[in-house]
């Protein structure tokens, strides 16, 4: 395994990924508890896992489907029930600025 | 190299390296992993097709839609792929508005299809992987009491999506062009897709950088290290124009003895050009790993030959079937896009060999309506066209000996020479026979009688 | 006569069968002894008190019209809690987070609608730690769970609220959830029997995913017999769950029975750790002999040292917690993402970590392989037992605020149940003693699908205590017989 701790800059990146906003107490106070995490997992290193492969499937099912069939849907108002703001029928969010037209 | 637009001929310096990925959007009747309908394009109110899984609700599961995948493994059979034995879904993570679950349920390194080509007049494309994944919900953006919004509508969001990843092999817009339709007409003969670039059932990206070309044309260039990422481009043609104005701006920037930026640009074909929208630094961390909710896939070989038995006659020796049967080449090519077209043809041959002509004509001229008329009424309508006709020769010849006899002057004219007396008389006796008498009898009895 | 909520399932079934009580009886005496113990107990997060009480008359007269049988509907006005991170229709489910503070469910978790068809009674959702990220309530953003025996100690979690409520008599029985020890760990704290099964077994649809690849859902209850019934009814393949299993289920409660005859059991010796509190291998190893005496074979045995299973599992779990927890934006519903709690914020970070590019070999890919290990460790160890008996917690219920901020108190807590979890095993608490007045538990851990061997074992340890040898109290100090009607 590689660290157990981060640089303010890879902590930084990984709050941007992870789509949270800390304050700065609770930033360092994170960053702490991360760093001890990663102590804490380090042990793992003491196993040999090279003859191991991973875990494919914690069911050991394979093959589940559905078939093509259509089944009821939400209402439209169902579907918007628990939204904070709607807009005739559509959800609403701020204003995208880096239009990703599919 | 020729600039499309302009005729004029390129920078032979360097060559163009693309790769082209494409989405096509199935036409199942529910969704990938829920059983809402399947109908984004047609729904008529937003948020109407949607459940607590493509909603991404707390506590709901995906469940994978088998005939999407059957789909999504006879695409890749058709496009010449090997089919993986093992295969699963994987979580892509990121957050956006129209991304439910902040994770796109989608495939990393076992895709279902792997390994495949398809031919071009130009040489071949070789395709790196067809897999599944889901689509997104819809955003639209909108003022709303003055501010401006994103409009987001779920109806799209999981519903099937197959992902066709190339080889960088595309080395001109008018390979370009051919690959792609080819393509397309694969996807659309196989049923599974309308791949309707309007509705979006068909998107296209194109992945594009330039080469230093060596003085032997055979060596082939060594791969660059940058690659520019289009999007936006809503036509084969744009995707074609893109390449030219690409090829031309990267030229301008690598005879400075720059690199173009690694970004991703938006198609603009108002301006005919492409338009930066941000930069990519580095890959997207996708934080890729195995989705725990859905168990792997096993695909036997068994399982593969009963999807392949789906797959039909491809196109060029569809083309070959319909002109060995007389029909007009241009006319082949029309019917071979359109399964509902083949399909009739088909059936009129299988009915009555004779009509397949006048059944190709008629459709291609569109005048035969053949989603409303079977085959057998449209026989039935060109049968009784001559229907009625009078064949009988003991009606017909006293009847053209009565002609003969009133018009002495035009038989003279005939035994002059004059042929088209012939004319008059086919016309006296359809006027006396209220049109009905056979043309090609008539004829014949009346050339015997004039002779 | 106890009171009517001090009854067992089975016997508040008979009673209701028989007539001798109704549905708004019942009810009601869970509703009273909610009102009057909740203030100090936090055990609830919503009451559905007029739901719960429309739904007590419903059954009350579907029950005398001959509408619904007890064979048709086994749970016919029987008041029963469900752990707050299950989804019911029409009513709040905040999984203790005020992410969902005012979210309103639009459907029902298959568990619910399963009970419903049984003609239950659904009386509220109990506390959780907040995304069941929790072995004691603590991070829940309600606050935390008392422990029925001491006010001034915690539930244990996450599923506290749920083996609280059950303790405490509010409610007949209740339903929690197990991603590692979530069941097993409260219902040891809260001296009630707590069922762990495979994984697969219950259908996880409708339930808040904490690890997608862990969560069990499961009965808490007073007997063993009672956890035995309500698991026949929560249990079956689910279409809408691709990881439940398509095996039938069997009619538990049926097929119980006390023969332990020639049953080997094996004692993990790492365990019995020396760290534990004082007094809790002892109470277990009695337990053990109990057993014994009753005809089961112990053997000692060796498994993987449990450090490795708390490394393996706060990888696995945290990565499939920082993907679960990313739908949660506040868009669609709920609120936005600054309102997680400090636990939820720590495990998002150490999931987004440990499944980063450049990272996830390390860690992800590596924690799965361990997680094979542990599957084969236990694997070769059933092929000399058929059961493994040991702890089920290392400490008795701790003091109420010595948990909080402890940044990997729930994964420390679970030390002893983790293994068994991540290898997809069946386990079961049961209570088997009192230190310093705070219940113990021991957990028998099965192998696949084995959950009739776990509980017939259960059932028999649970038979042969003399009620007079007060082994088997509840917080009120009533005892239950459990026996099978």
Redesign the interface.
């Given at each position: 395994m590689t660290k157990t701790t981060l640089t303010d800059n890879d902590f930084a990146k990984l709050v941007k990924q992870a789509n949270l906003v800390l304050s700065g107490d609770e930033k360092s106070k994170i960053h702490a508890q991360l760093d001890e995490a990663l102590s804490a997992v380090k042990v793992l290193d003491e196993l040999d896992t090279t003859k191991v492969s991973q875990t494919t499937s914690a069911s050991g099912l394979t093959n589940v489907f559905r078939d093509d069939v259509v089944t009821p849907s939400f209402s439209q108002a169902e579907a918007l029930q628990n939204a904070k703001m709607t807009h005739n029928g559509y959800f609403i969010v701020p204003a995208i600025f880096e239009a990703m037209d599919n | 190299m020729i600039d499309t637009v302009s005729r004029k001929p390129l920078a032979a310096r360097y060559s163009l390296i693309c790769g082209a990925e494409i989405h096509v959007e199935l036409k199942t009747k529910s969704k990938m992993f829920c059983g809402c309908k399947n109908d984004p394009f047609h729904a008529d109110k937003p948020n109407i097709y949607t459940c607590p899984v493509c909603l991404g609700m707390p506590g709901a599961l995906p469940v994978p839609n088998k005939q999407a995948i059957e789909d999504c493994i006879l695409i890749g059979l058709a496009l010449g792929c090997k089919i993986a034995k093992v295969s699963k879904f994987d979580r892509k993570h990121y957050f956006y508005p129209d991304l439910p679950k902040g994770y796109q349920i989608s495939q990393y390194d076992e895709p279902f299809c792997f390994g495949g080509s398809v031919d071009t007049s130009f040489g071949p494309v070789r395709i790196t992987r067809v897999h599944m994944e889901e689509d997104t919900a819809k955003l639209h953006h909108d003022s709303v009491d003055g501010k401006r919004v994103s409009l987001i509508d779920f109806n799209r969001s999981s519903v099937p999506l197959v992902e066709i990843v190339t080889e960088p092999d595309i080395h001109s817009p008018e390979q370009a062009k051919e690959f792609l339709k080819k393509v397309r007409d694969i996807i659309r003969t196989l049923g599974v897709s309308d791949c309707d670039m309007e509705k979006g059932s068909m998107r296209l990206e194109a992945n594009i950088s330039l080469a230093l070309v060596g003085n032997d044309p055979r060596v082939v260039p060594p791969l660059p290290n940058y690659k520019v990422e289009v999007k936006n481009i809503n036509s084969f043609r744009y995707f074609a124009n893109s390449l030219t104005t690409e090829f031309t701006r990267h030229s301008e920037i690598l005879d400075k003895g720059e690199t173009p930026v690694q970004e991703t640009r938006g198609y603009r074909s108002d301006i005919n050009s492409t338009v930066s929208q941000r930069v990519k630094e580095e890959a997207a961390d996708y934080r890729y790993f195995p989705d725990p909710d859905i168990p792997p896939i096993v695909i036997s070989p068994d399982w593969v030959k009963a999807i392949a038995t789906r797959l039909p006659e491809l196109p060029s020796s569809k083309i070959d079937s319909l002109i060995a049967l007389g029909i007009a080449d241009s006319a082949a090519k029309i019917i071979v896009t359109n399964s509902g077209m083949l399909e009739f043809i088909t059936q009129v041959k299988t009915l009555n060999p004779k009509y397949v002509q006048s059944a190709a004509k008629d459709i291609v001229n569109k005048k035969v309506d053949f989603v409303s008329m079977t085959p057998t009424d449209y026989i039935k309508s060109l049968e009784s066209k001559s229907a009625g006709k009078i064949t009988d020769e003991a009606i017909l010849k006293p009847m053209i000996k009565q002609i003969l006899k009133d018009n002495p002057s035009v038989v003279a004219d005939y035994k002059a020479g004059k042929q088209n007396a012939l004319g008059f008389f086919v016309g006296a006796v359809m006027r006396a026979s209220s049109g009905k008498a056979d043309a090609g009898i008539t004829n014949t009895l009346l050339k015997d009688l004039l002779n | 006569m106890p009171k009517l909520n001090e009854l067992t399932l089975l016997d508040a079934q008979a009673k209701l069968k028989a007539g001798e009580i109704t549905s708004v009886e019942l009810t009601k005496s869970c509703l009273e002894a909610i009102e009057k113990i909740e203030p100090e107990l936090h055990a609830f997060v919503t009451v559905f008190r007029d739901d719960a009480m429309d739904s007590a008359k419903l059954a009350d007269k579907n029950i005398q019209s001959g509408v619904w049988t007890f064979d048709t509907h086994p749970l016919a006005g029987i008041p029963l809690a469900l752990k707050d991170?299950?989804?019911t229709k029409g009513g709040r489910?905040t999984?203790s987070s005020k992410v969902?503070d005012?979210?309103?469910s639009?459907?029902d978790?298959t568990v619910t609608e399963k009970l419903r068809l049984a003609g239950a009674v659904i009386i509220g959702k109990t506390n959780m730690d907040a995304w069941a990220h929790g072995s004691s309530t603590e991070t829940s953003d309600y606050g935390a769970t008392h422990n029925p025996y001491d006010n001034n100690k915690l539930a244990g979690g996450s599923s506290g609220g749920s083996a609280a409520a059950t303790s405490s008599d509010e409610v007949v029985a209740a339903i929690g959830s197990e991603t590692a020890g979530s069941i097993r760990q409260p219902a040891s704290w809260c001296g009630v029997v707590g069922m762990k099964p495979t994984?697969?077994r219950v259908s996880?649809?409708?339930?808040?995913?904490m690890g997608?690849?862990?969560d069990s859902p499961g009965p808490m209850t007073k007997t063993v017999a009672d956890s035995a019934l309500l698991l026949s009814i929560i249990a079956g393949h689910d279409?809408?769950?691709?990881?439940?299993?398509s095996l039938p289920v069997p009619n538990y409660l049926e097929g119980l029975n006390k023969d332990v005859k020639g049953l080997k059991i094996g004692l993990p010796k790492e365990y019995f750790m020396s760290s534990s509190q004082p007094g809790i291998n002892d109470l277990v190893k009695q337990a053990a002999k109990k057993l014994e005496k009753l005809g089961a074979i112990l053997v000692e045995i060796s498994l993987l040292d449990p450090?490795?299973s708390?490394?393996?599992y706060?990888?696995i779990q945290?990565?499939?917690v920082?993907?679960n927890?990313?739908?949660?934006?506040?868009?669609?519903?709920?609120h936005d993402?600054?309102f997680?709690g400090?636990e939820a914020?720590?495990r998002?970070?150490?999931g987004?970590?440990a499944?980063?590019?450049g990272?996830?070999d390390?860690?992800?890919?590596?924690?799965?392989?361990?997680?094979?290990?542990l599957?084969?460790d236990f694997a070769r160890v059933f092929e000399s037992v058929d059961l493994i008996i040991a702890p089920t917690a290392p400490v008795t219920a701790m003091a109420v605020g010595s948990t909080a901020g402890e940044?990997?108190f729930g994964e420390l807590a679970d030390v002893l149940v983790e293994a068994s979890s991540l290898a997809?095993l069946t386990g079961i608490n049961i209570p088997v003693g009192l230190l310093s007045g705070m219940p113990v538990g021991a957990q028998l851990i099965g192998p696949?699908f084995q959950e009739q061997q776990v509980l017939n074992t259960a059932y028999a340890y649970e038979q042969s205590t003399n009620w007079k040898e007060n082994v088997w109290p509840t917080a009120n100090s009533q005892q239950h017989t459990g026996d099978k009607i």
């Open positions: - | - | 991170n299950f989804l489910t999984a969902l005012e979210f309103i639009t459907y978790a994984y697969g996880r649809y409708g339930v808040v995913a997608s690849s862990l279409p809408k769950d691709a990881t439940s299993s450090k490795f708390i490394a393996d706060t990888i945290r990565s499939e920082s993907s927890l990313a739908r949660y934006t506040g868009v669609r519903y709920g993402r600054s997680f400090d914020k720590r998002i970070m150490l987004t970590y499944l980063s590019s990272y996830y390390a860690y992800y890919k590596k924690g799965e392989s361990v997680r094979e290990l599957k084969q940044s990997m997809g696949h």
